[in-house]
């Protein structure tokens, strides 16, 4: 009998031009350079890593439109005609009225956080991100988590974790009063919960609340077109509506954006600060010249910024977010199947992997989740990284934040693996599940400043 279709599968909306070879190692070679990396992935040489998943960010494959688009970049100092198409495909795509280029989202994070924050200020947003948090923080503000509990639930099966409990919002508001909150911070697609959504319903809910209150919407839109493919997938009334029709709607609902083009705009480097206030827009052109550069370049080329703007139009194309998000729920449905732990439901960017349940003879202060990155790449090459007690770093007061979520994230490139790579992953994280009774955990040796997570050494116990 021939095997009878149930469901058409993804595939990509593209074919290969272009391939780049890979180095294969043994597992000698791969347990060496664990060890002097410090068990940290991210101080791997990435030459020596076989499937890359440490990020999303930056490490996007890009089409021969942006690479056509990359030649023509005017590299003039000033007035590049490379910016103002930037400009108007933001304008077009996103919706807002004023844009500031900067060298990637930090470097935005960093203008909008010295323009808006006071010290003494609280900032509530839908769970941190490590760089917007410190920089928060840095700019003297307190970052409050106003998200739902079930994001913090590696086990709810919650079709929009990324959505904001009001109640959360609301106590904040009453304890502090609304003349501290210089704006709430929406994440789209939460990174830190596992690339999970926010729904339209809850953005507009707190649309409301907060203009009631007077309080600004800061929009960190790194993933916005991932977040509305879900809404499209997910949320009532809005399948027959596109993801760029989604996303122009997510986007209105907000005073302003910090945009890390690496992910969603399918580009190796670039951001920018995006804004309807015109106070914001004149502050940020007077600090971006400071720390990025001319306003109309912020720390990118002129070719990048003709990249982004190619980029951000493929961004909130359907069948390439269908492909997308396809190909990360297919690594995640092979990972349920070899019995393996993972957050779900299955996030936009990536499969997290909960290591609590993974490793679960193992305490959070013995580094669970980066103990399991480093296994998983000993075993196949497959770089990985910790989202865990390392990522949350130190209280002000010197503490460690202890986060509920203790995951490793497989964060899947954009238009770069293949299905095989997929298979390749699922299978070595099952082998290493398999054997997971005998893994030990790990202590730090070094430990830096600021986030640490990036450059941290451990040995094992
Ligand atoms: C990556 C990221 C940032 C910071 O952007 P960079 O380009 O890495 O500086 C901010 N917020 C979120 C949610 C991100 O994923």
Redesign the pocket.
Known sequence: MPRKIERRSWAEPYKMKMVELLKMTTRPQRVKAMREAGYNTFLLNSEDVYIDLLTD??TNAMSDMQWSAFMTGDESYSGSKSYFKMEKAIKQYYGYKYVVPTH????A?NLLSQILIKKGDIVPGNMY????RLHQELAGGTFVDIIIDEAHDPLSEHPFKGNVDLNKLEAVVKKHGAAKIPYVCI?TN???AGGQPISLDNLKQLRKYTQEHGIKIIH?M??VAENAYFIQQREPGYANKSVKDIVLEICSLTDGA?M????DALVNIG?FLATNDDFVYEEARNLVVVYEGMTTYGGLAGRDMEAIAVGIKESVDDNHQAARVGQVEYLGQRMMEFGVPIVKPIGGHGIFVDAKAFLPHLSQDQFPAQTLASEIYMDSGVRTMERGIVSAGRKPNGEHYYPNLELVRFTIPRRVYTQAHMDVVAESTAMVFDRRKKIKGMKMVYEPKYLRFFQARFEKL
């Open positions: 960010s930056g990637q989202g930090r470097g994070e991100f490590t760089t917007t994440a939460v990174n830190m960190d790194t993933r910090t890390s083009a690496k992910k951001g």
